[in-house]
């Protein structure tokens, strides 16, 4: 029974650090491992879903703020897989004669046809 056991201790000290490795994608420290739940750049920002989130962005901002903003683009953007995916994008609009960059943060779960803007910031140029 104790040779079971120190067997036991032993062979979960030896795989103990190769599953770690392996769950860290083989990068130790903070150099260059894709983070788990971190953001992640948007490859293709013209991408017709992407400016589908970035037109419901803006949308929604003026249904709640009453505001008149035009969507034009979306310059940059990031995603993030939480419940659904989080998406952050700069979005460029026209208010009135004026072009002015938002930051829109937009949850969103597909498979429930859901979606949230959970934020609107403006962007200092």
Known sequence: ???????????TLLILPIYAATALGG???GGGGVLVGGWQPIENVTEPHVTEIGEFA??????????QLKFLSVVKGETQVVSGTN???IVATKDGGLTKN???VVWEKT????RNLTSFTPVNA
Do not use: D, P, T
């Open 111 to 114: 498979w429930q046809h859901f």
């Open 27 to 29: 990068k130790s420290g």
């Open 87 to 89: 998406y952050r994008l």
């Open 58 to 67: 803006v949308e929604e901002y003026n249904k709640e703020s009453k505001s």
């Open 1 to 11: 029974m104790k040779i079971e056991i120190q067997c036991f201790y032993f062979l």
């Open 102 to 104: 938002y930051q829109a």
